[in-house]
Structures are given as C-alpha cells and as structure tokens.
C-alpha cells in the first residue's frame, strides 16, 4: 500500500507564554514534539503569519506551521503557507484540540465540518475541508457554555499526561502515514490502548 503524501502540519493554537500550557494548544504541543524529536527549530516568518520550521520524515520534507493569528484566524496563516509552497490542501495534517474525545484519544481523520472549533473553521473559509485532521482528545466540561474558559485553561495533571501520550502515540503513527497509508496509521493510532 502506497503512503500518504504530506506536505505541511499544521498545529493550531494560540500564541504567547498565557496560552502555552492550555488544552487549545495542544496543536501546537504536537509540532513543537515533533521539531524537538528531528533537532529543528521553529523561526518566525511574517510571510506566512506565523512560525515555521522544516523537517524530513520518510524521505520527504515536510513544514510545520504555528499560525501566531489567534485560533479564529489560524487559516489565514495556513493559506499563506500553502499558497507559497503550492501545496495541494490534500497535502496538509492539522493538528488540534478536540472536545468530543476525551484525554489520551488521538483520532485521524480527512475532510468534514470545523465541528464548533474556531480555529477549524477559519481553516476550512480560506483552504477548503479536504485536508487531514488529527484530533487530540482533551475531554468536554459538561457544559456548553463552559467550554470557552475550559479550553483557554491547562488539564488537571492526569489528563494533562493523558495528553501528552497521545503526542507520543501520534508521531508513532506518522511515519507509518507517510510510508504505509493512512489505513494503517488509523489503525495503529486507533486501536492503541484497547484490548
């Protein structure tokens, strides 16, 4: 089975030092994971509303991006980047927080709706739905009208670990997406943790 071309990752969250530890960043805690693991850093570029850097995974060079737009204008950045390097929006992974799974569950997906996230659906008005998604669980208050200053505050410790499994678990996965599809990167990534 062939693999699945990506082009850039994309991790959204927030920019500054108050949003680092948040659930709405746990986009950006991916990419970050990911640089560090390949010894790159990210550099700022204006250009692209954002900061880059580049890494090679599987024989194939990849950017990753952290739009430092604010989340609900995070496809701003993401638009830029993929207009200069016309990369198809087939060829992008975005990376972000997910209510509806809950801490420690990473889902791989293509296409669909921004499901009430802000920063999926300034993606999706300037780039389209057709790009791949991966969801980090980070679990839901209960309440909808908690879910704003739940998502803008750091997870108790064991969810806060929870989710940072979920990081190591998905760039176990990604090198299986990029060399052997993305069936198998689901399954490897979707079946982790059950018996």
Known sequence: MAGTPLSIIVGLGNPGPEHRLT???AGFWLVDALARSQGVQFRSHARYHGEIARVNLEGREITLLKPQTYMNRSGLSVRALMDYTKAPVGEILVVHDELDLPPG???LKFGGGHGGHNGLRDT???CGSDFWRLRLGIGHPGDRDQVIDYVLQRAAPQDEEATVESLSASLDALPVFLRDGSEKAM?????KGTV
């Open 124 to 126: 999706i008005t300037h």
């Open 23 to 25: 659930r709405h960043n």
């Open 105 to 107: 569950v990473a889902r």
């Open 187 to 191: 399954k490897q990534l979707h079946t």
